[in-house]
Nanobody, 128 residues
Framework: QVQLNESGGGLVQPGGSLRLSCAHSGRTFSSNAMGWFRQAPGKERGIVAAISWSGVRTYYADSVKGRFTISRDNAKNTVYLQMNSLKPEDTAIYYC?????????????????????WGQGTQVTVSS
């Protein structure tokens, strides 16, 4: 059973930066596509960014392109989300997710139904 543990959330001022980390407990990390999703109060959970098993391919929601960067370190079983130029509308609970053995089209990596395992989430609040 895979466990995902997010960290790095917190309170930051608009324009600031945060880096989220997600530690994957299983032996299969290097064969999993990984994603970051978020859910704001009163809204549905949606994709923020995703990365292929190799790290070569990435997918971003339009709202974060140019501000957020997803990366992974397969030697450390960890995926990261670097968030720059944060805005109040980025306030949400951020979830890490793993899609086992996914080798398919990059465009589908934004679908939550693709992911088998989810973390508990970490709160990000952007406010002055």
């Amino acid at each position: 059973q895979v466990q995902l543990n997010e960290s790095g959330g917190g309170l930051v001022q608009p324009g600031g930066s945060l880096r989220l980390s997600c530690a994957h407990s299983g032996r299969t990390f290097s064969s999993n596509a990984m994603g970051w999703f978020r859910q704001a109060p009163g809204k549905e959970r949606g994709i923020v960014a995703a990365i292929s098993w190799s790290g070569v391919r990435t997918y971003y929601a339009d709202s974060v392109k140019g501000r957020f960067t997803i990366s992974r370190d397969n030697a450390k079983n960890t995926v990261y989300l670097q968030m720059n130029s944060l805005k109040p509308e980025d306030t949400a609970i951020y979830y890490c997710a793993a899609a086992e053995n996914y080798r398919g089209n990059t465009g589908y990596m934004g679908l939550s139904s693709l992911y088998n395992y989810w973390g508990q989430g970490t709160q990000v609040t952007v406010s002055s």
